[in-house]
């Protein structure tokens, strides 16, 4: 199982950013997907997840009407579109399935 995510990067508030993680290994239509991330000094928090087929989605409070999860099965895709970014979204971003974690990417807010 590999999981690469990319995208990151430095934004001023109120930016948008999208995050793509590229799976490979593994039946990736067969898996719910999800994107974590951390900030400095804290624990790692569930961004947003999305079902094998894509019809359903859930999402951290925090993010809700901001940011928005989709995937593409035939391209073993999962992409985070992140508008309206705030400072506190600053964090490492994660791709997620099951106990497999990517490496991250880094998400920078400031102005």
């Known amino acids: 199982v590999q999981l690469v995510e990319s995208g990151g990067g430095l934004v001023q508030p109120g930016g948008s950013l999208r995050l793509s993680c590229a799976a490979s290994?593994?039946?990736?239509?067969?898996?719910?997907m999800s994107w974590y991330r951390q900030a400095p000094g804290k624990e790692r928090e569930l961004v947003a997840a999305i079902s094998s087929t894509g019809g359903s989605t859930d999402y951290a409070d925090s993010v809700k009407g901001r940011f928005t999860i989709s995937r593409d099965n035939a391209k073993n895709t999962v992409d985070l579109q992140m508008n309206s970014l705030r400072p506190e979204d600053t964090a490492v971003y994660y791709c997620?399935?099951?106990?497999?974690w990517g490496q991250g990417t880094q998400v920078t807010v400031s102005s």
């Open positions: 290994g593994f039946s990736f239509s067969s898996y719910v």
């Open positions: 997620r399935r099951g106990t497999y």
